[in-house]
């Protein structure tokens, strides 16, 4: 039997042009310490985790505690309102009429729609996506890269293996007053692959907490030693201990789906 060739998230560019995903950068985009980028696996992990989606033109938004206003280099930098409606991106509506299907004429997805909650906006990334049976897409601010104090955005789970809709990000403006840049430059967000069995209820119901010093057995006291204890009291210790353990461990891996598989019949029943 041949192997299943379905992707576990396929992107699928609506505005012709735009920039593809990419794979999110272990480094953090170059800007990650030193010290991080070489000894520090759970951060270069954590950034390198799904692929990053930039805006899909270049644009700045401001709140004026009553309505967002935005502009770009088509608008010629003239602050138009947004209010609670939706504008498209320039020149896509025409173009998407002409290439779809009859009846999908006039409904071209929005680029920027006003929320009702203030200062909220949501931004379309100009792509849709799929993702393969039982995986969902968690959208996220870019991990481990330096925030604008500007504006915050939400983060979504989203199932697309059963939704096939538009990938976007809401933003909430936190200053008024103050134009705030999106650019091509940096990502607006990182979005990660993610096993619908992970959040299920039989899983996240399934942790445990115990006190140490009265439940701990020999066990735990020793994987301390090994983890804790000696490590720090060699002579010639090395800083990324850890790291290193993690990624000979990770090169001996064999199959993920079968490790994912395996999770998964020993995850509590529902």
């Known amino acids: 039997m041949a192997p299943d060739k379905t992707p576990i998230v396929a992107f699928h560019r609506l505005i012709p042009g735009i920039p ?3 794979r999110a950068d272990r480094s953090g985009l ?3 310490p030193t010290r991080a980028f070489r000894y520090c696996d759970a951060v270069t992990t954590a950034a390198g985790f799904g692929w990053h989606i930039t805006a899909p033109l270049d644009l ?7 309505e967002v206003l935005w502009t770009c280099e088509e608008l010629e930098h003239e602050w138009m309102p947004l209010g609670l409606g939706a504008v498209q991106y320039p020149h896509f509506r025409a173009r998407f009429d002409e290439e779809v299907p009859e009846d999908i004429r006039g409904f ?7 929320l ?10 100009g792509l849709f996506v799929r993702t393969a049976p039982g995986w969902s897409l968690l959208s996220r601010t870019p991990a481990n ?24 990000t809401n933003i909430r403006l936190t200053r008024t007053d103050t134009p705030v840049q999106i650019n091509q430059l940096r990502p607006i967000l990182q979005v990660q692959p993610i096993p619908q069995f992970a959040y299920a209820d039989a899983v996240m119901n399934a942790s445990t907490t115990t006190d140490a010093f009265t439940q701990w057995g020999d066990a735990e006291w020793d994987a301390f030693r090994s983890s804790v204890v ?3 009291t060699v002579e010639d210790h090395q800083p990324g201990h850890y790291a290193a353990e993690i990624r000979r461990a990770r090169r001996g891996q064999g199959c993920p789906f079968a490790a994912m598989a395996a999770a998964r019949e020993a995850a509590p029943a529902a």
């Open 108 to 114: 071209s997805p929005p680029f920027l729609t006003g």
């Open 30 to 32: 170059g800007g990650l």
């Open 145 to 168: 890269l330096p925030r604008s104090p500007h504006y915050e955005q939400f983060e979504g789970v989203v199932e697309f293996d059963k939704w096939f809709g538009p990938l976007f």
């Open 60 to 66: 700045a938004l401001m709140w004026d505690g009553h």
């Open 116 to 125: 009702p909650e203030p200062g909220v906006v949501q931004m379309w990334t």
């Open 230 to 232: 000696a490590p720090a």
């Open 20 to 22: 593809a995903p990419e």
